[in-house]
């Protein structure tokens, strides 16, 4: 008898969740391979990376500039270009890539964290050391 209550309140819930609509879906895994132009929407530089590549530079991106997705990306919308922030990393990585292609023969030298040194702006300000001469 107790099983047969179980079985029928399992079922009851199943059917439940089917007629409305409140069934798990499995969350689908990256394929890592693939390139990322077809995994995320809006993807305008970088469009040769693999997924995998890709987030890699993205989280060299947090590490080089001390920041976290939201500093570019909209909550809820990474496609969404609405950040001024997001912006001008697409015009930094292009100048990267044309100073590296110009002068490194494409050889990836001059990097986010070239500038950044983990800070939101590129640190400008000569160290101390550099200023002082000496004879």
């Keep these: 008898m107790k099983i047969r209550v179980t079985l029928t309140v399992f079922a009851i819930g199943i059917l439940s969740c089917v007629a ?14 693939k390139p990322a132009i077809e995994q995320f929407k809006n993807v305008q530089i970088l469009k040769t990376a693999t997924t995998g590549e890709f987030l890699g530079y993205m989280r060299a991106f947090n590490a080089s500039l001390g920041v976290e997705c939201g500093f570019c990306h909209v909550d809820g919308d990474r496609a969404s270009d609405d950040k001024k922030e997001k912006v001008v990393a697409r015009k930094m990585l292009t100048m990267t890539h044309d100073i590296n292609d110009k002068f490194f023969a494409g050889k990836m ?27």
């Design 20 to 33: 409305f609509g409140q069934e798990k879906k499995p969350k689908a895994k990256m394929d890592m391979t």
């Design 109 to 135: 030298e001059v990097k986010c964290i070239t500038c950044h040194n983990g800070k939101e702006h590129p640190v400008t300000e000569m160290p101390a050391a550099a200023g002082e001469r000496k004879n």
